[in-house]
């Protein structure tokens, strides 16, 4: 399915219709995060990994939020402009990421993500899936799931996209 879209080019289609779709998929996949992130402000292991990861994300916000606005200003010149604009928001996830560990804050305990040490599939097989031994009634029954996330992958790559 994502090879007929790229091939037909299906992307330029988007400038026929609303972009709504586009933007309120955008916006579930930003509450999701919101939502994600205030669940895990919500369970700190003490008051200073609760005043800590408070700070951290309103400064995360904040300097995002910065970097936005000065994108579209008339503060500096517009190739600097367009860099902080394209690049403020990763670098701010760097910076705050170093920033925990700076000072007082290296001795504070802060949640994190649990991550496995290894990486390897969950199931007792290996990375590859030879396709020309799965049957006809899985593909059945795995086209459409595979169609909704086609459309959704479609909808979050156009999002992207200024008309």
Not at 50 to 70: E, F, R
């Amino acid at each position: 399915m994502h090879f007929f879209l790229a091939i037909t080019n299906s992307c330029n289609s988007l400038k026929y219709v609303t972009r709504f779709s586009c933007d309120t998929f955008g916006f579930y996949v930003a509450f999701v995060y919101l939502q994600k992130g205030i669940q895990v402000l919500t369970r700190p292991a003490s008051p200073d990994s609760a005043y800590l990861s408070i700070m951290i994300a309103l400064l995360v916000l904040a300097t995002a939020l910065a970097c936005g606005v000065i994108g579209t200003s008339s503060m500096f010149q517009h190739w600097i402009r367009k860099l902080i604009e394209d690049y403020g928001t990763p670098l701010t996830i760097i910076c705050f990421t170093g920033f925990v560990h700076i000072g007082h804050m290296r001795g504070v305990h802060l949640e994190t993500l649990p991550v496995s040490k290894s990486f390897f599939p969950t199931a007792q097989r290996s990375w590859f899936v030879d396709f020309w031994e799965v049957e006809a009634k899985d593909v059945g029954l795995a086209f459409p799931f595979a169609f909704i996330l086609t459309v959704l992958f479609w909808f979050d790559h156009n999002g992207n996209f200024v008309f």
